[in-house]
């Protein structure tokens, strides 16, 4: 049962916390409330939180004097001395236990959930105590290493947000080779400038899942769309005939991509490796008029300026969508001179550069620490303790 929450008193922790590791911004419970759910079960420093509805096996290993409740959609590990939770917080994580969690898990529930004696009846292979934190040490290393990356990637993305306000606020002002002030820029709407818009409609009746091939025409879909790029992961493919028949999303080097149902407003530009390929229902492209640089509307799209218009045009209540007649309707302020389009674009396509290699950094570390549990809580390399 959901318990009252009050504007302050005793943290109250839900999986919302867990998967967001948002441990001081949380709910509150009353002192009363506490002293009850305290009679039931008392979570202790030493203790594993995990999520187990909605979101499973996701865990946190509580390392703090902690006086707090959680709910019920939380399973809580308590320790004994014959394990170290150090070991067990990364055997969670660890892809075996995982693939466990999800065997037990009731996935016809909604929202799907494992049970608590579901849990238990997972298995854990732990070897003797001096070992477990032997190997909790090496991979305590790697998540430092992970998390110290994680706080670089958001230092860059602030850093980043900081210069594009500067930028589409005009306080940043480009000059050009002779030292002189570009003219004042201009303002108008998507729609009355010469961009082509679909209207994503011949996304609705192909492709079928059968119509998926291991190969063929690119085929791309929201999650195609990290960062302002396209990526190859999760691809699908569409065989040429297919392809033909879908002739309104044939794709153009410099065509600018956007979410349209669901997450609106996710963007990417298309790069000559994505020429000819087809997109979704989910998905509109812009094609670009000769009088606006592809890489400079990409970044205007993705700036505040873009973002606070795609909230405010969106529409739908269980599923948001943004029609095209909404797209036509986002107003643009854009250099009229492109070469300040092509500077602005040259800056800011910089650093989004310089993110993704740290992103790549990022995901090669954690690809390192899988490997090396992999080794390490298989028994597959030995330690000398």
Request: hydrophobic fraction near 40%; include cysteine.
């Amino acid at each position: 049962m959901t318990p009252n929450y009050t504007i302050k008193g005793v943290p109250f922790y839900s999986v919302e916390t867990v998967t967001g590791n948002k441990w001081e911004n949380t709910k509150f419970i009353s002192e009363d409330i506490f002293q009850k759910e305290s009679k039931r079960v008392i979570l202790q420093k030493g203790d594993i939180l995990m999520t187990r509805i909605g979101d499973i096996g996701t865990a946190k290993l509580i390392d703090w004097d902690v006086r707090a409740s959680f709910y019920v959609s939380l399973a809580l590990f308590k320790n004994k001395s014959c394990m170290s939770f150090k070991f067990l917080i990364h055997y969670i994580g660890y892809h075996a236990f995982q693939h466990e969690l999800y065997k037990n898990t009731i996935h016809v529930a909604f929202p799907k959930k494992i049970n608590l004696s579901e849990i238990n009846k997972c298995h854990i292979v732990s070897p003797p105590l001096n070992e477990q934190e032997r190997i909790a040490e090496i991979l305590s290393t790697w998540d430092d290493a992970i998390i110290k990356q994680e706080q670089l990637i958001t230092q860059k993305e602030l850093f980043k947000k900081g210069i594009m306000q500067q930028i589409f606020s005009q306080k940043i002002r480009f000059k050009d080779e002779n030292g002189n002030n570009y003219p004042t820029w201009q303002s108008k709407k998507l729609g009355e400038l010469d961009i082509f818009i679909s209207d994503g409609n011949y996304g609705e009746l192909y492709p079928k899942s059968h119509d998926m091939k291991n190969s063929g025409v690119p085929f791309i879909r929201a999650n195609n769309i990290k960062n302002l790029c396209l990526v190859w992961d999760n691809m699908k493919f569409i065989d040429n005939d297919l392809h033909l028949i879908l002739t309104s999303g044939h794709l153009k080097t410099d065509d600018i991509l956007i979410t349209t149902r669901g997450e609106i407003g996710m963007l990417a530009r298309v790069t000559e490796e994505f020429n000819g390929s087809n997109i979704n229902a989910q998905i509109c492209l812009l094609r670009v008029p000769e009088c606006l640089n592809s890489r400079f509307l990409l970044q205007f799209l993705s700036s505040s300026y873009g973002k606070i218009q795609f909230k405010s045009l969106q529409t739908g209540s269980a599923l948001k969508q943004l029609p095209k007649s909404s797209l036509e309707n986002i107003k643009v302020n854009f250099p009229a001179i492109p070469e300040e389009q092509t500077k602005i674009a040259n800056v800011l396509t910089n650093i989004d550069d310089e993110i993704n290699k740290q992103i790549e950094i990022l995901k090669q570390l954690k690809l390192q620490k899988q490997a090396l549990m992999q080794k390490l809580l298989t028994g597959k390399m030995g330690l000398t303790i």
